[in-house]
C-alpha cells in the first residue's frame, strides 16, 4: 500500500471543533434556490455556515469560490485533489491559489458521503472535471448553448465586478464522476434525493457562486443515439447560509496566508567562487 503523496501537521484537522459546528445552534441568515439552468452568486462571511440542498430532486451544482475581499486568491481545484482526495467530502478542505495557500472553507456535512466508491469506481463531488463551457461545445457539437455553468457563473458574478477571467476550475458538487480502466473520465447520473446536502464552513470571507448544470442529474447521454436535451432531469439548488453560534468559534482564527515569503530567487545571491558557500545579499545563512 502506498501513502498518499501529502502528509504533515498542516493538513491535520480539528474534527471536533468541525463536528461542534455541524451540529450546534445556528441562525439561518440568507437562504434562496437556484433555478434550473442558471447561476448566482453570494457571500458567505467568515465563521458562517453555508448549506446547498438538492431541494426536489438530484442536480449537479458547478461551485466556485473566491475570497470576497481579493478575488485573486480562489479555490485551486488541482491542489485540492493532491492535498485532499480527488472527491471531497465532511472534514476536507477546498484550498486557494498561490502566493496564498490556505483553506477556503472546510466541509462539514454531506449526506452523500456513504456513497462510493459504487460498482465502477463512481464518487460524489467531483474535482477530477471542470465546469461545462460554451467553447468545448462549439468544438465538438458545432452548436451554441449560452446557458452552459461557465457561462452562468460568468453571469452570476457580474454583479460582484468579477468576469469570465475570474470564473476557474469547480467543485462539482452532487457529481459522480471516476476514472475508467483505462484512465478516462466518467460521469453518472446524480445520486441525490430531495433534501441532500453538502455544508461547509467558511475560513474567511467568501464569495460563492454555483451554476445549476444544465444537464441536471447527467442522467441524459451527452452523445450518442439518446443523446437529447436533458431539461426534464434539471432541478434546483436551495442555498443556505447561517450564523454559528459565537461559543461554538472559540479559539478559531482565520487561517494566515502561507509563510514562504515569495522570494522566488529574484533577487540573484552574490556568488563567491572561492568558497562553497554563497551569500545572499538578504543576508540570510550561506546554504
Ligand atoms: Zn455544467
Known sequence: MVEAAYQGT???VDRAFYRGIAGGEREKVDDFEIPIR??????VPAGHVCRLVTVDGPQVGDLNVW??????????????RQLQR???????????????????????????ADHGPDSDGGRVHDLLGTRCDPY??????????DYHCHSNLVRAV?????TEFDVHDVLNVFQCTGLTADDRYFMKACPARPGDHFEFFA????????ST??????????????????IDVCHPIGVEVYAVDSALLAGWRQPDVAAYAGGHGLTAPEWDSTTTECHDPAGHDGY
Open 203 to 210: 475560513e474567511q470571507d467568501l464569495l460563492c457562486a454555483l
Open 67 to 80: 475570497n470576497r475581499r481579493n478575488p485573486r486568491e480562489r479555490l485551486w481545484a488541482s491542489r485540492t
Open 158 to 162: 457580474a454583479p460582484y465586478g468579477l
Open 136 to 145: 468545448v461545445n462549439r468544438m465538438l457539437t458545432g452548436e451554441d448553448f
Open 38 to 43: 442558471s447561476g448566482r452568486a453570494w457571500e
Open 213 to 230: 448544470c444544465p444537464g441536471g442529474d447527467l442522467s441524459v447521454p451527452l452523445w450518442g443515439p439518446d443523446a437529447r436535451d436533458p
Open 10 to 12: 498542516a493538513l491535520e
Open 86 to 112: 480527488a472527491h471531497v467530502s465532511t472534514f476536507d478542505r477546498l484550498w486557494s491559489t498561490l502566493p496564498y495557500l490556505r483553506p477556503l472553507l472546510t466541509v462539514t456535512s454531506d449526506t452523500l
